[in-house]
C-alpha cells in the first residue's frame, strides 16, 4: 500500500523490558513524526525528523525513549526499560517535506506495559 | 506550552442533525487542519486551511479558518452514524517551527 505502515499493531510487554517501534512512511516523504496517545486523550509530540536528522526531540518524555531514522525512509523508536505509564498508541505520520503542513499517519503500535 | 482549546469534548447527536466545534488557540496560527480518528486507527486528515478567511468544503463537511488567525471551525450537516469518532483539530504558529499544536479532540456519537 501507499500509505504508512507500523508494526507491530500491538505489542504486550512486561515492565522493566525494552521494546522497538517501527514506522514505514509513505515513499518520498522526507518528515517523520512520532507521537503518542493515551486512551482517550488528544496526541502528546515525541519526536521529529527530517531526513535522518532529529531537529526536533522536545517531546521525548525520558531518557528511556529514543528514535532513529534512516535511509530517509524507515524510523525506530525505542523506549528502554518499560514502565507502566508508558502504556498507549503510538502513532507515527509522514508528510512530504518538514514544512509540509499535511501530516499523514499510520495505524499505530498499541503498546501496553504489565 | 502551546495549547489549542477544542470544544465540546463530547457530543452525542441523533442522525441528520448538523454538528458544530471549534478551536481557539492564544497564538495566531498560519495553518489549520481538521482530522478525523475512527477507533484503533491513526487520525485521517479531513480539511487543511491555509489563509485567514478561509472556507473549505469537503462533501457533508465545512471548516473556516478563523479571520482573527487565532480560530476555527469545522461544521458537519446531517450527519450519518459514519460520521462516529474522534475530531481533532491541528495546527502550526505564525513563524515557529514546524510541529504541529493538538486539540484534545471531540468525541461525536451519532444516535440512529
Known amino acids: 500500500g501507499a500509505g504508512v505502515s507500523q508494526s507491530p499493531s500491538n505489542k504486550v510487554t512486561e515492565k522493566g523490558k525494552d521494546v522497538e517501534l517501527r514506522c514505514d512512511p509513505i515513499s518520498g516523504h522526507t518528515a517523520l513524526y512520532w507521537y503518542r496517545q493515551r486512551l482517550g486523550q488528544g496526541l502528546e509530540f515525541l519526536i521529529y525528523f527530517q531526513g535522518n536528522s532529529a531537529p526536533d526531540k522536545s517531546g521525548l518524555p525520558s531518557d528511556r525513549f529514543s528514535a532513529e531514522r534512516t535511509g530517509e525512509s524507515v524510523s525506530t523508536l525505542t523506549i528502554q526499560r518499560t514502565q507502566q505509564e508508558d502504556s498507549a498508541v503510538y502513532l507515527c505520520?509522514?508528510?512530504?517535506?518538514?514544512?509540509?503542513?499535511?501530516?499523514?499517519f499510520g495505524p499505530g503500535t498499541r503498546l501496553t506495559v504489565t | 506550552g502551546q495549547q489549542l482549546n477544542q470544544s465540546p469534548q463530547s457530543m452525542f447527536i441523533q442522525e441528520g442533525e448538523d454538528v458544530s466545534m471549534n478551536c481557539t488557540s492564544s497564538?495566531?496560527?498560519?495553518?489549520w487542519l481538521w482530522y478525523k480518528q475512527d477507533p484503533g486507527e491513526g487520525p485521517v486528515l479531513l480539511i487543511a486551511?491555509?489563509?485567514a478567511g478561509e472556507l473549505t468544503s469537503n462533501g457533508r463537511l465545512t471548516a473556516q479558518f478563523g479571520i482573527t488567525r487565532k480560530d476555527s471551525f469545522l461544521n458537519i450537516s446531517a450527519s450519518i452514524p459514519s460520521d462516529v469518532g474522534i475530531y481533532f483539530c491541528a495546527g502550526r504558529v505564525a513563524g515557529n517551527n514546524r510541529k504541529l499544536i493538538w486539540g484534545l479532540g471531540t468525541s461525536l456519537a451519532v444516535n440512529p
Open positions: 497564538s495566531i496560527f498560519n495553518t
Open positions: 505520520a509522514s508528510s512530504l517535506q518538514g514544512d509540509s503542513y499535511e501530516q499523514y
Open positions: 486551511l491555509y489563509k
